[in-house]
């Protein structure tokens, strides 16, 4: 089993949509993860525009890749390093962080993290 930030064991971020690198519902990963699939984010209106105007448009459906599109509310497994330049533009989506892979913790704190948290404890 996987560790999440707060070092439990790491939790599902959607059972609704097939979300993460492996697409089973976590923020799991591996080497084979280049693009670290690993923040569970609960998607705005803000942050999707965000990523559109950065060339990665999550809105439109890609059947072939097992996308389904995503809306505001949507929770999905963020490239980290998505999330952390849409930290810094004031654009970043709250986070799950029982369901944030571990890895994360390389690249933003804690402390920073726990300020977009919707499951803080």
């Given amino acids: ?10 939790q599902s971020c959607c059972d609704e949509l097939s979300t993460g690198y492996y697409r089973n519902g976590r923020c799991e990963t591996d080497e084979r993860d280049i693009g670290m699939h690993t923040v569970c984010a609960n998607v705005t209106k803000d942050f999707l525009e965000y990523s559109k105007s950065k ?3 999550l809105t439109t459906p890609y059947p072939d890749a097992e996308f389904p599109g995503l809306k505001p509310g949507d929770k999905w497994c963020l490239c980290v390093q998505r999330w952390v330049e849409a930290l810094e533009e004031n654009k970043a989506p709250n986070i799950y962080l ?11 704190e804690l402390e920073v993290l726990a300020k977009y948290a919707l499951d803080r404890n």
Avoid: C, R
């Avoid at 089993?1 to 790491?10: A, E, I, P, T, Y």
């Avoid at 944030?100 to 690249?107: A, C, G, N, Q, R």
């Fill in 1 to 10: 089993m996987q560790k999440n930030v707060l070092g439990g064991d790491l």
């Fill in 98 to 108: 029982q369901a944030t892979h571990s890895s994360v913790l390389e690249f933003v």
């Fill in 55 to 57: 060339g990665n448009d």
